[in-house]
């Protein structure tokens, strides 16, 4: 909560005051922290954000026509052989 109120009170003298119909007009220099919060989303458009653009969504254009596909190598598989533990080995003997 106190990084919030510490930026609502740096932005109060930049924000303009955008007040709700039924309010008054308040001086920029001693706007509430209700009324920045009400007029800090002007602020933010005005400075932007350092996001990416959004990357474009849909169907993949798919593999290009004409172009050989390769099957994947295919390799054998291994089998690890059963080993029995030292103590099994005694017993067995």
Known sequence: MPPL???LWLAREIVKDNPLPWQKNQEVGYLTPGRVAQS???LLTVIGTPAK???PRG????W???QKRTKKIRYP???KGYSRTPK????AN
């Open 5 to 7: 109120t510490w930026q």
């Open 40 to 42: 800090f989303l002007g």
């Open 53 to 55: 653009n959004p990357k």
């Open 59 to 62: 169907k993949s254009k798919g």
């Open 64 to 66: 290009p026509k004409g």
């Open 77 to 79: 598989i291994v089998k």
């Open 88 to 91: 099994e080995k005694k017993e």
